[in-house]
């Protein structure tokens, strides 16, 4: 049974960073692009970021560029979100799924779509 278990969330002051862990079990993660998603309270799930089977090509929506940066191990089966200079709004439940053989653009990076969710993680960004 395909499963994606994320980690690393946690309660952070504005500013400070976290970093996000994806590992997937009963497949091959390296087989396919992993999007990390997001859901704050009473707002629709969206994509943050995607990375392609390789690792060397990623996409990140316009909110997070220059501060996510999304990466993978496929030794480890495992896909990463190095997230910094956290703000309030980032705070959200963060999901990695399944986004299919190759990543959208990154004007369509919120829009994205995604199988075999996680649990998700709760990330709160809060003096």
């Known amino acids: 049974q395909p499963q994606l278990v994320e980690s690393g969330g946690g309660l952070v002051q504005p500013g400070g960073s976290l970093r996000l862990s994806c590992v997937a079990s009963g497949f091959t993660l390296g087989y396919y692009a992993i999007g990390w998603f997001r859901q704050a309270p009473g707002n629709e799930r969206e994509g943050v970021s995607c990375?392609?089977?390789?690792?060397?090509?990623?996409n990140y929506g316009d909110s997070v560029k220059g501060r996510f940066t999304i990466s993978r191990d496929n030794a480890k089966n495992t896909v990463y979100l190095q997230m910094n200079s956290l703000k309030p709004e980032d705070t959200a439940v963060y999901y990695c799924a399944v986004a299919g053989i190759d990543c959208p653009p990154d004007s369509l990076v919120t829009r994205m779509r995604g199988d075999y969710w996680g649990q998700g993680t709760q990330v709160t960004v809060s003096s």
């Open positions: 990375i392609r089977t390789s690792g060397g090509s990623t």
